[in-house]
């Protein structure tokens, strides 16, 4: 089986990382050794954390720093359910009678306490979910001091910056490993689902992820939720097993030392959240004796406050200074055995089968008087187009002329200042890009905007898998369609690879693959033959002809390469200065003397074919 | 009447401290991209500098001019050191150096100089109020309004007309341009964490007048609700910031004013949730324009 379903894939992935976990529960079980068992049971629960934080952070993007208020939550939520009653009136006088009276096992306190920290995550994730990058990274900063100083503030119910203690003990090193393994499934799961692939194309590149039909605000919801559960679970598990809770061990130091965890191991894979535990917590045992002991070879060292802080800085220092991406890199480690195993073994080359028709029933785009002004300047002034289903439309004219800018507000980029789009005589008018990529509509980058350290095939998999959104297994779902796609595009042989890392010429051809994998009725393509030579862009003249003839799809082609354009088009707009100029067959427009003046000026008279001359060599300069 | 007019300057100076910090921080942002999480740091420097030449009782206005030029030093020292290796590198990287810079320079703090805050001996004409008609404006409040003013009245002449403050902006706008206009990337990251360094500093005598003590984490709180403010302002305006910074002020300066006595604890949640709270309407910042595609 060569695609086996996604699912089960990833199943083994995960079970592939939980061995070394049974090893070090296992090890620490044998040793009984106390110290050993004790710092393997908070390994194990750390990793619970990391793993939560790699859900959001990793697939994401966005890193953040609020995880550990979740952990805190989760911590004294349960707190309010396993406390004995006695100590409640003593330490809690403000709780409820609802939550004074319960004394629970931990075993059933966990999940109310994690489905409380889950809502919380959702009503503070409606506001972060919508921040990317640098945004949000500072809100969950923002977060973690919040919940902090509430834990303080709120005296009767937390006993403020006091301890508060008593926690029945009942986590021992195999609750923790079972906890830990069941996050480090639903992490790796997660990671490997259609909403997780979602979410990381999100994190390559926003702006194509949105065209891809991706809503990624409500993707980054959905993954803060999970995330923050998992925290909770790490937190009630972390009160449980040193029975004390205080506000402050939820804070700065706990942050830091996840956070290293992750970027050691290398943020974007669950192996890496694994890998990361291990590694810092040996680092950290290791700091900590050499704290505590304070002499080396007979000299007794100063007192030194946060030596393991220190320690912390250093590996993130070395893991940014030199690896970038943590130990472990972009891949899991089954997918790392896979790429090898693929390597040795030929590909064999999917049979193309010709992806079926998208349709050529409705009534094609309209755009009725568009207009978008920046400021003073109005780029697109009072623009009236149309697409047939099935034709073939060239946008030419000279730079500045408002081409990019029309098509950033048919497909949604940028909302327009006036006027109105339909797509098949649905007003998309002001929607979101990506609703309208799923009324049917797909662009391309003038500067290429692939998810670049996802693979060829993820590429191609994520526009392909918004047609099987309903399936159990969206991405096995799609496979077909996904091999089919690549054998056209010539892309077959480099499915494996990262985008990143492709040559200029596949990239272009891989851009467009993923436009045509979400069988939209309508493509616009934004200079699609940029830097090609004659030999590309004549191979791209024919990919997109058989595209066209096999699905009914609608292009518009927008470029300075003058020859391409006029043998593909049928039908070519020219505009200048925010507005149409001439419209028309190619052969028409060659001769208008608006569009002649607009390449050449005004004094310039020399023909058409002096026209097209220049602007040929004009593109080729380029 | 009087004490709304006494809450507005209150409120006028708090700001333009958090104002002084956003700016510094979006000005490092906007040029290469960088949240430095240790500008609180370049604060505490410049504090501690304050407090040692007070000790070795140096001039008032030598220890001043002494801690304003401590944090320039360390803000350009600390690009140097430890930002250019990640120059190029994605945000992500970034914040988590500076994540690491910032953790390692509080430990040296804790080890080097005192774990424990440190009263700083500051003269006593600080400590007194000024009479205002009917109104009783404290000296520190008065100064620090003052100083703030003059500081952004001087800034914006330097962005407007002259030749450093016009690069910065360009490159703030758009870095790559300006690089190729022929101005030296170098100059330019040097400048920018010259400038910032040199705000934190300012901020860092106003928040130390205030309280009279250094601590090695005294600049983690300002700064993190400094860069709130950053968002909020709209990420990459420098205009934003400072209008974020004094937004801040205000919330704060209310809400002590308002909370009946019981809710005071929670005043720095409340104020840190109220801002982020403006996020959920305008998700690109009060100034800050939406990039393409993002929406």
Known sequence: MPFAPTFARDL?????????????????????????VSAATLMLISLIAVAGVQVYSGNSGVISFGHVAFMGLGAYFAAWLTLPSSMKARMLPDLPALLSGAELDMLVAVFPAVAAVACAALAVGLTIARLDGAAGAIATLGLLVIVYSLLIG??????????????????????????????????????????????RASR???????????????????????????????????GHYLGVLTPRAFYFNMTFSLLAMLIVGGMTTVTGAVAGTFVVSLIVEGLRRFE???????????????????????????????????????????ERWRRAR?????????????????????????????????????????????????EILGLIGPNGAGKSTLLALVSGTLTPSGGKVAIDETDV?????????????????????????????????VAATLNAAGAIDPRAEAAPAVDALLARFDLAELAGRPAGTLAYGPQRRLEIARAAAMRPRYLLLDEPAAGMNQ??????????????????????????????????????????????????????????????????????RGGASAAEDRAETASSQE | MDILIQNLINALALGGTYALLALGLALVFSIMGLINLA???????????????????????????????????????????????????????????????????????????????????????????????????????????GCTAALLLLLVWVFRYTAFGVAMRAAAEDFDTTRLMGIRANALFAGAFALSGLLAGVAALFWVAQRGSVDPLMGFLPVLKAFIAVIVGGLGSLVGAVAGGFLLGAIEIALRALLPSDLLPYRDALSLLLIILVLLVRPQGLMGRRREGVR
């Not at chain 1, 083994?12 to 050993?36: E, I, K, M, N, R």
């Not at chain 1, 088009?569 to 190619?586: D, L, Q, S």
């Not at chain 2, 805050?117 to 006593?124: N, T």
């Open chain 1, 12 to 36: 083994f992935g995960a079970g592939v990382l939980l061995v070394p976990l049974a090893l070090v529960a296992l090890a620490a079980q044998v040793s009984s050794d106390g110290a050993l």
């Open chain 1, 292 to 334: 505590q002991v304070g002499t080396i070879g007979g000299v007794t060292m100063p007192e030194l406050h946060g030596l393991t802080t220190i320690g912390l800085s250093v590996a993130i220092l070395a893991v940014m200074y030199k690896l970038r991406s943590g130990l472990t890199g972009y891949l899991e480690i089954d």
């Open chain 1, 342 to 390: 693929a390597g040795r073994a030929t590909v064999g080359a999917a049979a193309p089968t010709p992806a079926d028709s998208a349709g050529t029933s409705g009534t094609g785009i309209a755009c009725r008087g568009l207009v978008k002004r920046f400021g003073g300047v109005t780029a697109v002034a009072d623009v009236s187009l149309d697409l047939r289903p099935g």
């Open chain 1, 535 to 604: 030999t590309e862009s004549d191979a791209l003249l024919r990919m997109l002809q058989a595209l066209r003839a096999e699905t009914g799809i609608g292009l518009l082609v927008v470029d300075h390469d003058l020859r391409l354009i006029m043998r593909l088009c049928e039908r070519v707009v020219v505009m200048n200065k925010g507005r149409v100029i001439a419209e028309g067959p190619p052969e028409t427009v060659q001769t208008d003397p608006n569009v002649v003046e607009a390449y050449l000026g005004r004094r310039a």
């Open chain 2, 39 to 145: 500008h609180g740091e370049l604060m505490t420097i410049g504090a501690y500098a304050l407090y040692f030449m007070i000790l070795w009782a140096f001039p008032f206005w030598l220890a001043l001019v002494g801690a304003l030029l401590c944090a320039v030093v360390a803000a350009v020292l600390m690009e140097r050191v430890a930002f250019r290796p990640v120059r190029d590198a994605s945000m992500a990287t970034m914040l988590l150096t500076s994540f690491a810079v910032s953790a390692i320079l509080q430990v040296a703090y804790q080890n080097l100089i005192s774990p424990r805050p440190l009263p700083v001996a500051m003269p006593s004409f600080l400590g007194g109020a000024v009479e205002i008609g009917s109104l009783q404006v404290g000296m520190i409040q008065l100064l620090a309004l």
């Open chain 1, 204 to 238: 390559e590149d926003e702006p194509a992820a949105l065209a891809c039909g991706i809503d990624v605000v409500r993707r980054r919801l959905g993954a803060w939720v999970l995330s923050a559960a998992l925290a909770g679970l790490a937190g009630v598990l972390y």
């Open chain 1, 154 to 199: 709120a005296q009767g119910l937390t006993r403020g910056s006091q301890a508060l203690f008593g926690l029945p003990l009942s986590v021992d090193l195999w609750t923790a490993f079972v906890c830990a393994a069941v996050a480090v499934v639903l992490a790796r799961l997660y990671r490997g689902s259609n909403a997780g692939l979602q979410l």
């Open chain 1, 429 to 461: 008018t002001g929607w979101p890009s990506y609703r309208i990529a799923r009324c049917g509509l797909a662009r391309t980058f003038q500067n290429i905007r692939l998810f670049q350290h996802l693979s060829v095939r993820e590429n191609v998999e």
